[in-house]
Structures are given as C-alpha cells and as structure tokens.
C-alpha cells in the first residue's frame, strides 16, 4: 500500500495562517447531504454554489468554508472575492 502525506491546509486570519483539519468521512458526507438539498433552491442564473472554495475577504484573509452561496459576480480567477451571500460550516465535535 502506497501512502503519501496530504500538504497542509491553512486559513489566514487578520494576517495570521491558522493550520485547518482535514475532514474526516462523515463531515464530508454532511456536506454533501447539504449541497444536496441546496442545489435545487437556488436561482443558477445569478448565483454559484460551491464546495470549499477559496473566499478572499481581502489581502488579511482568506478561508475555505464548507458550503458558500455567492453571487456569480464574486467568481474572478476561479475564486471567490468579497463576502458571499452564505457560508455554511459542518462543525466536528473537537470545534
């Protein structure tokens, strides 16, 4: 069995990284029921909704929420720049 070491996930806070967890099978599972259940509510036309995405509030932070809704002009480079409409977290019992 081949193992290799998954890199390091950070979010950055008022300019400080802060090291994220990996989420483990049930958390990703929630998400998913989530997703689910949203994707069928929302106007396509005008908003995305997205998986962990990489949202940058400014140049001081940067994080990866579980679940966003944005509006579709927020999406440059593949991103999300400014604050999103929604932002859903799964919490784990350690949180």
Do not use: W
Request: net charge negative; glycine share 4%.
């Amino acid at each position: 069995m081949t193992t290799y070491a998954e890199p390091d996930l950070f979010e950055k806070i008022n300019g400080i990284l802060v090291k994220m967890s990996r989420p483990k099978i049930n958390h990703i599972k929630i998400c998913g029921n989530i997703h689910r259940f949203l994707y069928d509510l929302i106007d396509e036309d005008r908003y995305h909704l997205l998986i962990q995405p990489n949202v940058f509030l400014d140049s001081e932070n940067t994080f990866y929420p579980d679940i966003t809704i944005c509006d579709k002009s927020k999406i440059k480079h593949g991103d999300v720049y400014g604050a999103p409409e929604l932002v859903i977290e799964v919490l784990s019992p350690s949180t």
